[in-house]
């Protein structure tokens, strides 16, 4: 028999076990916590997580998730300080992707225990030191990106920077500039000699520190770099985004592994040969509102695996005979928004679109000259071949015809080999005929 007192307390104990217990969660319980707007997704069998651009300011739990996901998205977010083992309860990850945000700060030990992370994204960020140490938990790491941040190369990088240059880490780093001070300025981390950077050099007669490398000729243009000027994202494939950056040419260095390049909303007027050589796995490419006018032959050498191509909102008055021809996979083709001119040059584009019915595409409408404007081009092509005389039937022709002294003049030269009663396999060419053009 139990007193009032004695349930009440009894009441009071389980009550406390369940309040402690709610914070609890494991990956099986249906009302676990979700971070605000995080997609989780499996894609060949692997769990993405996407928490890009979702304003966060710092890591989700682990235990949000309802299985180990292999592939962190935290793209474009507010975070600003990477603290000591941040990233518990991630161990399985294979990916991590933290570029674009605000990243001043990352504390050695905030990536322990990844010990299976291959690829490492922390361009774009506000990192102007960091240490080796912060790798050594990290020993599957083979990929690694650095650039686009404020690099401070001074005495406390060198560790770092030996570490870069080590042959087998030949995908760490790359790209990654000083930023400060003024004389390394521009210089890539890889090519630094480590040593220098505790070294005190004496200032020149101006008060500044001499340069350590030849200076770089005046008057030279450098084409870009696509990995300093663009944003590459891994989900759900491999994408490079050089939207609006203001862009004259195709960047140099568009990684082999990219699937999805957009270079829409740039100012490349002329594509020029061979500008996607190197990109041999690309498979959707945007082209859309650069102004282009001109395409050269050989501009779409290489891709071989392309599937979509928006040529859209350009200048382009036609597409030169051959552009196409590499294009064997090519299934989508948005061409609206040009100034499409209905003469014999336009043809090349119909007659290849003939060839590969399975190529859907749109916006392909006469500009000018002006009896065309709004026609469909197929159509102008269709009607320009039926005004076209028909083919004369052929006839024996007489001796007098195939006389050579009559040839060049007005009457119609015509000739014929005698067809001989062989196989047709075996048979020689059997006629030809020769007609005067006015």
Known sequence: IYSATDVLLYYLFFSCVRVRGAGRHSRSDTSRLVAPNCAESTESGEVFIDCQERHLNTIPSSQAWSKEPKHLLLARNRIKVLRNRIFTGYEALTSLDLQQNEISLVEEGAFEGLTRLTTLLLQHNRLSTLSEEIIIPMPNLRYMRLYDNPWNC???????????????????????????????????????????????????????????????????????????????????????????????????????????????????????????????NLKILNLSNNNMEHLDTASLTGLLHLRELDLSN??????????????????????????????????????????????????????????????????????????CPKERPYNRPSADQTDPELWNTPLELQAELEEELEPSHLRVPQKYEIFRLS
């Open 154 to 280: 001074q005495c406390a990088m060198d560790g770092l920077i030996h570490t870069l240059q080590v042959p087998s880490n030949r995908n760490l780093g790359n790209h990654a500039k000083c930023e400060e001070p003024v004389w390394l300025k521009g210089r890539k981390l890889k090519q630094l000699e480590a040593e220098q950077l505790c070294k005190e050099l004496p200032p020149n007669d101006e008060g500044t520190r001499p340069s350590t490398s030849p200076l770089e000729p005046s008057g030279i243009r450098i084409k870009p770099h696509a990995t300093q000027v663009c944003h590459t994202y891994l989900f759900p494939q491999v994408r490079m985004d050089c939207r609006n950056k203001g862009l004259t040419e195709v960047p140099m260095g568009i990684p082999d592994d990219v699937v999805h390049l957009d270079l829409s909303h740039n100012a490349i007027r002329h594509l020029k040969a061979k500008e996607f050589q190197g990109a041999k």
């Open 314 to 387: 350009n200048l382009l008055h036609f597409v030169q005979y051959g552009v196409l021809e590499d294009l064997y996979f090519l299934s989508q083709l948005k061409l609206g928004e040009n100034p499409w001119v209905c003469d014999y040059s336009i043809h090349y584009m119909v007659y290849w679109l003939r060839l590969h019915p399975a190529v859907r595409y749109s916006g392909l409408l006469c500009r000018s000259p002006p009896e065309y404007t709004g026609e469909r081009v197929e159509e102008y092509v269709n009607n320009y071949n039926r005004g």
